[in-house]
Nanobody, 122 residues
């Protein structure tokens, strides 16, 4: 089970960190990722991290601004967001997949958190 938290209101240019906590130790065996969905739009890939945390991948829209990390001792994944823009406003979902390898397609993820709202004002 995945639980996303840490969303909220921010102004353009601010930083915000969202977390994804897992209740199971098996999370440490999975690659994981973040997706987001804005109103009226489809869910889109934000970034992903390998099982070990040694490999990451980002969408072009967030590259250089967002950083994914994980602490397997805490079975938690983080998304550090900097230089936020109004277009980053969305519900952010964390997900995990039954593989150690990164994926960028939502359909390749097996477990999903409930989402946390991030709203960025201009």
């Amino acid at each position: 089970q995945l639980q996303a938290s840490g969303g909220g209101l921010a102004q353009a240019g601010d930083s915000l960190r969202v977390s994804c906590a897992s209740s199971g130790r098996t999370f440490n065996n999975y690659a994981a990722g973040w997706f987001r969905q804005a109103p009226g739009k489809e869910r889109e890939f934000v970034g992903a991290i390998s099982r070990s945390g040694g490999s990451t991948r980002y969408a072009d829209s967030v590259k250089g601004r967002f950083t994914i990390s994980r602490d397997n001792t805490k079975t938690t994944m983080y998304l550090q967001m900097s230089s936020l823009k109004p277009e980053d406003t969305a519900v952010y979902y964390c997900a995990a997949r039954l593989s150690s390898i990164i994926a960028v397609v939502a359909a390749e993820y097996n477990y999903w958190g409930q989402g946390t709202q991030v709203t960025v004002s201009s």
